[in-house]
C-alpha cells in the first residue's frame, strides 16, 4: 500500500510521456504536479491535456518548483545523465528513461548523485514490472524451466529512412541498440546474468547508426543467448527460453503484456498463460506503483531493478558497442 | 524429360535411404537396382521392402555390379568422402548426400575423382530443387525482394542425449553444424554468397559436439545473416528475408516445402504462396529427377547445385567450425 500522495514531474514531453501521463492517472497516490519542454508551447499544450497546474519552457525551471517529490526524465537518450544530475541536485528523485544513460561510466555518476544527495533512482525499464516478465523470471528462479541453455530474443521495428528523426541521429544516440535492443539486453541479463563473452556485429547505416546488431553471449553456466535489433527490419519480437527440462515462449510481441507457453519436456504438456492490463492502466502504471512502493518504505532503489542492475546492463550495452563499432558523436 | 532408364545403387541403409528408395519409386526412369549396408541382414530387409534385385553387406561388393549408373551415398557424414570416391573410381556417378565431405579439402578431392573419372557428381542437397526454394530464390533474383539487410534461419531439434547416437557421436561427424546447422547456412550462401566476415559461438556438449551453434555472417552488400542450429532445443525453424522493399517468411519449418509469405512494403499487402509435394513423390523426388535430367543431357554437375556451390558451402562450414572450436576427432 502506498499512504502518501506524490508530487510528479515529467522532463522532455514525447510520445512516450504522453503514455506515462495515462499510467499516472490509474495510481491515485500520484500526482501530475509540473511539466517541461524546451519548448513552451508544447508544455502548455501537454499540460491541458493532462490538467497539470505547473508547465515550463525549459528543463531547468521546472526544479524549482517546491512541491516536485520525483521526476520522469523522458528525454532522448543523451541528456538522461545531464537532466537526472540536475534534478538530484536539486534533492528530487527520478525515473530515468531507459537506457539510463549512454555509457556505464554515466550510469555511475547517476547513482553516486543519488548516494550523495539521497534521493531515489531508478531506470524506467517498464518491462521488468510487468506481470508476464515476473511470471518468466519466476519460473526460471523455480526451477520450472531450469538450466537454460539457449535463450533467443529480438526487437526489430521498420522505421522509413528519415535522417531527421532521432532514430536515425547518431548526435541524439539513434540506432537500433539503445532503442529497442536494449530490451533483449535485458531479458538476457534478467535471467542470465553478466555474459562471459560478448560478440555482436553490426550493420551502420548512412547517418552512422546501427540499423542492425545482432549479437551473441556466451555464459558461465556453457547458456547461450542470440540477440537480435533493428530499426530498418520488423522482426518477430518474440523471446524464446530453452531449458534442460522446459521450454517458455513469450509470444510477440514479448516486452508488453503478452501470452506464455510453458511446455514441460516430461509430460509433453503446454501450459499456456495470458497476461493484460485490464487490472491497473497501461504497461507504464506497474513501474509507477514500484517506484511509489519503495518511496514509501524509504528505499533509495527497487529491489526488482536495482542501481546495480542498471549498471550492469549498461556495462553489456557498452561491451557490446565496442564489439561491432557503435560509436555516438556526442559532446 | 529422361528417355534412359538410370540405375541406381544406395549404400548406407539409415532412414534417409528409406526416404531416398520411396522417392525414386516416383520416377518412372530411376529403378533401384542395388543397395549395400555394413550388415547383410539389413541390406537383405531393405531389398524385401523396396523389391531390389541385389543387396550386398558391404560396401565394396556393390560397386561390382555391373549394371549400376549412380550411387546415393546414404552413410554416416565421416564416410561421404571415402565411399564417394570408391564409386567415382570404378566410374559410377555419385549422389552424396550432405554434408558432402567433413571438410573443404576432402570435397575438393571428391571434385578432382569426378573430373578424372568423368562421372557425374552431386551433394544431395535435397533443399535446393524444392518448388518453394526456387520460388524465394526467383524472388531475390529477380528483385521482387531486393537489397537484402538480414536474413534469418533456423534449424533444432531436440534429441534426447544419447551418447551412443550418431548424432552425439563426435568421430561420427556428430553435433548440430554439419547435420542441420548446413540448412540455414545453405540458405544464406543460396541468397547472398559466400559472407565477408564469420562469428559463431557453439555450445560443446559432454560427448564434445556441438549441441548449439550461433552464426553472424557479414556480407560485403552490407547485409547480415543470423543463423543457429541445435539438437538440444527445438527452435523456431523458421526463415525471414528482409529486403529494402519487401519482407519473405518461409514459415516452419523452412526446408521443406512450406508456406510463404511475401510483404511488400510499398502496397503494405501480402502475398502467399504454399507448396506442397502433392504433384511429384516426397522432398527427395526434386533432387532425384534434377540428376538424372542433368545425367540426361551428359552434364556432370547440376547447374542448380554445382561443384562450385558445395566447395563454397563446405568453407564456409569449415570456417565456422574455426571461430567457435569445433573439432572432429577423425581418423
Known amino acids: 500500500m502506498i499512504k502518501n500522495t506524490y508530487n510528479w514531474g515529467i522532463i522532455g514531453l514525447g510520445n512516450i510521456a504522453h503514455l506515462f501521463a495515462q499510467g499516472l492517472k490509474h495510481v ?58 540536475m534534478c538530484m541536485q536539486k534533492h528530487i528523485s527520478v525515473l530515468c528513461e531507459k537506457p539510463v544513460a549512454m555509457n556505464r561510466r554515466q550510469a555511475e555518476e547517476m547513482v553516486k548523485a543519488a548516494e550523495t544527495y539521497h534521493v531515489f533512482f531508478m531506470e524506467a525499464l517498464w518491462s521488468r514490472f510487468l506481470p508476464h516478465i515476473r511470471k518468466v523470471k519466476d519460473f526460471v528462479d523455480n526451477g520450472t524451466v531450469s538450466d537454460i541453455r539457449l535463450l533467443e530474443a529480438d526487437f526489430g521495428f521498420r522505421a522509413p529512412f528519415d535522417p531527421q528523426k532521432r532514430i536515425f ?88 503484456p503478452s501470452h506464455l507457453t510453458l511446455r514441460k519436456y516430461e509430460d509433453n504438456d503446454d501450459e499456456e498463460f495470458r497476461f493484460n492490463y485490464d487490472n491497473i492502466g497501461n504497461g507504464y502504471t506497474f513501474e509507477i506503483v514500484e517506484v511509489m512502493r519503495s518511496m514509501e518504505r524509504t528505499q533509495q532503489q527497487s529491489s526488482l531493478w536495482s542501481w546495480q542492475d542498471s549498471l550492469e546492463l549498461m556495462g553489456i550495452l557498452d561491451k557490446i558497442r565496442e564489439a561491432c563499432g557503435i560509436h555516438y558523436d556526442i559532446k
Open 28 to 85: 491515485p497516490q500520484a500526482r501530475l504536479c509540473a511539466v517541461a519542454s524546451r519548448s513552451m508551447e508544447k508544455a502548455k499544450k501537454f499540460a491541458m491535456k493532462y490538467d497539470v497546474p505547473h508547465y515550463y519552457g525549459s528543463y531547468e525551471e521546472i526544479l524549482d518548483n517546491a512541491e516536485l517529490d520525483i521526476v520522469y526524465v523522458a528525454t532522448p537518450h543523451h541528456l538522461h545523465h545531464r537532466v537526472s544530475l
Open 169 to 256: 541521429n547518431n548526435q541524439l544516440g539513434g540506432g537500433s541498440l539503445l532503442d529497442v535492443g536494449i530490451y533483449p539486453v535485458f531479458l538476457s541479463y534478467l535471467l542470465l546474468g553478466v555474459p562471459q563473452k560478448i560478440e555482436a556485429e553490426a550493420n551502420i547505416g548512412k547517418t552512422n547508426v546501427d540499423e542492425i546488431c545482432s549479437m551473441n553471449m556466451s555464459y558461465a553456466s556453457g547458456a547461450m543467448a542470440t540477440l537480435l535489433s533493428s530499426i530498418t527490419c520488423k522482426t518477430k519480437t518474440q523471446a524464446m527460453i530453452y531449458g534442460s527440462n522446459a521450454r517458455l515462449e513469450i509470444e510477440s510481441p514479448w516486452y508488453a
